[in-house]
């Protein structure tokens, strides 16, 4: 069996267990020991992580868990991102008294599911974890009960989301009829043995299996979820849905199909290349037209899925490129969200491309910060977002595709128009509102990090990529 591999994921669930048995007890002025202990359990988990990052793969659980680099660096990442996105988002529970245990708890257990999809080595595992981390997002957005437009997006997000779970599970089905093997070695292992380009039943297989792979990507044609979602959710639920998860999205892509069918890339790759180019150019091209700042995030959200999905369809380069892009983008989005929920108070939220306007004259240090976020998104150098992007399009290039790569370069040049539009508000533009922007000290702490952050990691690069490409070469 050999459990101690799962051993990070007994402790966090053991904590999850023991914060909400101790929240009975607490009364609701004390939600900050509840706050605390969330943080302290993600950061333990991270070191527990860590420290088994030895460079060795490991298989136990009866096949079906795997420990290694790759699981590592994925989990460490998730866990350290929710930690920021907790701190970042006791501002806005705070003055929207959403003040509750149940947005820590739902985090944690939407954390536990992408650990659990980041070691899966099993078909169904993936599958369960996939399921606990979607459940808890659906009842976080909904967490503003008295906001209807929250309940309407988590209804859209339910519904879409169950479908897409169908659409995923239906194609696991199909290959367990074709292999008689759920695990990921035995799929791979019957993959490797066919004629991928005439096996059609297998194609019809990956058809469904890249749909279920894509929505949660939120990638066209799979898209129509994210923008209602991410208008409608409180904005510290939108703060953790636009970071996190797209790190274990990246994790089911690797596993279920760079892993078990990656003899049959020949035939994903191609759908991946279309949605990937595609969403790209929707996404860039409809953000030009949005004014309220969430829905603009929300397709360049879409954008960025499809640099990401583009990267992978490139072998090994473009896996260590897909990985270095998810989780510096993860990063930059956590710090674009958390500057809206700076500008909101009580009863007001940032929503709109006007409640940016002379953010330089409200706090200077705040609109240099989300000037590097905004950099950083588009592309530009030196932000860490132009190395993440020339990347990808270096990983194309090499592959071969010639063309989607020059196409990925005049979209994002075509896409950096709403970006500057929103740096030009916040520099050159009256404020509405000439109230002074304050956060507390571990809030300007920790975005003065994030912000500067996007400067050196794209100044010095070398030492994450060489992470990134060091655990998809031991694990992939």
């Not at 005439?198 to 929505?215: E, T």
């Not at 510290?236 to 849905?241: D, E, G, I, M």
Request: hydrophobic share 60%; proline share 3%; charged share 10%.
């Amino acid at each position: 069996m050999n459990i101690a591999i799962a051993t990070p994921e007994i402790f966090l669930l053991s904590t999850i267990c023991l914060i909400l048995l101790l929240d009975l007890f607490l009364r609701e002025d004390c939600r900050t020991v509840t706050y605390l202990l969330s943080i302290v359990a993600l950061l333990a988990t991270a070191l527990l992580v860590y420290s088994t990052m030895d460079g060795q793969k490991i298989v136990g659980l009866n096949d079906t868990y795997v420990r290694d680099d790759l699981s590592g660096i994925l989990k460490v990442s998730m866990l350290l991102l929710t930690a920021l996105v907790f701190v970042y988002a006791r501002k806005y529970l705070l003055d929207n008294k959403l003040w509750v245990s149940e947005f820590f708890v739902l985090g944690l257990f939407a954390v536990l599911g992408m650990m659990i999809m980041a070691s899966a080595n099993h078909l169904l595992v993936v599958y369960l974890g996939l399921e606990l981390l979607a459940l808890s997002m659906y009842a976080l957005v909904a967490l503003d009960r008295d906001n209807g437009r929250g309940s309407e997006a988590a209804m859209k997000y339910f519904v879409l989301g169950a479908v897409a779970s169908g659409l995923l599970l239906y194609g696991i089905s199909m290959l367990y009829g074709l292999s008689g093997k759920l695990d990921i070695t035995g799929v791979a292992t019957y993959v490797a043995a066919q004629d991928v380009m005439a096996n059609i039943p297998l194609l019809f297989a990956l058809v469904f299996v890249v749909a279920g792979i894509a929505f949660k990507f939120g990638a066209v044609p799979f898209h129509m979820w994210v923008p209602d979602v991410y208008q409608g959710a409180p904005t510290a639920v939108t703060l953790f849905l636009g970071s996190v998860p797209k790190i274990a999205a990246l994790a089911m892509l690797f596993r279920v199909l760079a892993e078990s069918t990656a003899a049959a890339q020949p035939g994903w790759a191609q759908m991946l290349l279309v949605f990937g180019l595609v969403s790209i150019l929707l996404g860039n091209v409809v953000a030009i037209a949005q004014f309220s700042l969430k829905r603009m995030l929300a397709y360049s959200t879409i954008a960025h899925m499809g640099f990401i999905l583009l990267g992978t369809i490139s072998g090994e380069q473009g896996y260590s490129a897909a990985l270095f892009y998810t989780i510096t983008y993860a990063l930059t989005a956590a710090g674009g969200f958390a500057i809206l929920i700076l500008l909101g108070r009580a009863g007001f939220e940032a929503e709109t491309l006007d409640d940016i306007k002379g953010l330089n004259e409200r706090n200077p240090w705040y609109a240099l910060m989300m000037m590097l976020f905004l950099f950083s998104m588009a592309g530009i150098p030196p932000t860490v977002g132009f190395y993440a992007k020339l990347s990808i399009i270096q990983a194309v290039m090499q592959a071969g595709y010639l063309w989607p790569a020059v196409f990925m370069v005049v979209v994002s040049v075509i896409g950096a128009f709403y970006y500057l539009r929103a740096i030009k508000m916040m520099y050159f533009d009256k404020p509405d509102d000439t109230a002074p922007i304050t956060a507390e000290l571990d809030f300007n702490v920790l975005i003065s990090v994030n912000g500067v952050l996007m400067l050196v990691l794209g100044l010095f690069p070398g030492f994450l990529m060489g992470v990134c490409s060091l655990a998809i070469g031991a694990s992939l």
